[in-house]
């Protein structure tokens, strides 16, 4: 479905067993094809479940100047799609980037149900380390090309296969990659630098998931995180950075439906029982 620029993938299940629906945010370079297994998997168990195209991800409109995107219009994105469906009362669920904005929608909209964030990026900002045996070197010296150039930026195969890709079999990483889209370098310097975000506004029920084997974003910044939103925390030793997308993801999604159950479904019914 397409809301203006913005394409959205939708299952709406014959039997809806949940009153709140799943909004799915996926991160940088991504798109809603992050969320392949999840969508299906999610609408099986009777939910009705969205994933939003940011602005400039295909199959999204083209966005021009993606390279100059900010934080601030992905918000606006996420909470247009929230406005046109009506789904104010939505659980997030985001990956990477798309944690980091769906912290913030949860912030600024009182009404979200549920907060999950997956590997996601923290609002205090990332340290960029040069490390021996990871290509960081070059890709700064890249994103500081095309920020000079105003040019999006979309990390190297060799790059991704030493980084968000691996945990992916290698016969599979080929494929895994060109779903991978450019990326807003402006962006990628506001989440570097923290971006605030205020727990104490998040009123609902919050999730953070840390991968052992993740080196984009690390299980110490995930249980930071976790800290920091006094949030609930699922760590998983045989997952890095795509948990929704590895072998074995079926666990991390019936976990989820489990969570979901207790401080969604749970407390719902509870509170319908005694009105």
Known sequence: MKIENLALDQIRPVKIRHASP????????????YWK???????????????VNLRGHF????????AQVTLED??????????????EHCALIGHSLGGLIAQKTAENINSITALVTMASAPPLGVALEVQNDLPYSGTIIKNMWGMMNMK?????????????????????????????????????????????????????????????????????????LADFLQADYIEYQHFAHLPMLETGWEKSASDLVKWLDQKV???RAAKDSRA
């Not at 199959?59 to 993606?66: K, M, N, V, W």
């Open 22 to 33: 799943l909004l799915f945010i996926h991160g940088a370079w991504g798109t809603s094809q």
């Open 74 to 87: 992905y918000l606006d994105d996420v909470e247009k799609v929230i406005r046109h469906l009506s789904i």
């Open 37 to 51: 297994n999840y969508l299906p998997y999610f609408a099986d168990q009777g939910w009705e479940v969205y994933a």
């Open 152 to 224: 999006p930026v979309k990390p190297t195969f060799a790059m991704a296969e030493q980084t968000v890709l691996n945990n992916i079999a290698p016969e599979e990483r080929r494929a895994f990659f060109d779903m991978f889209v450019a990326e807003s370098l402006v962006v990628g310097y506001q989440v570097a630098q923290g971006y605030p975000v205020y727990p104490s506004r998040i009123k609902c029920p919050k999730l953070v998931i840390g991968c052992a084997m993740d080196v984009v974003a690390p299980v110490s910044m995930q249980r930071g």
């Open 59 to 66: 199959p999204s409109d083209r966005e021009e100047a993606l």
């Open 265 to 267: 479904d749970a407390p």
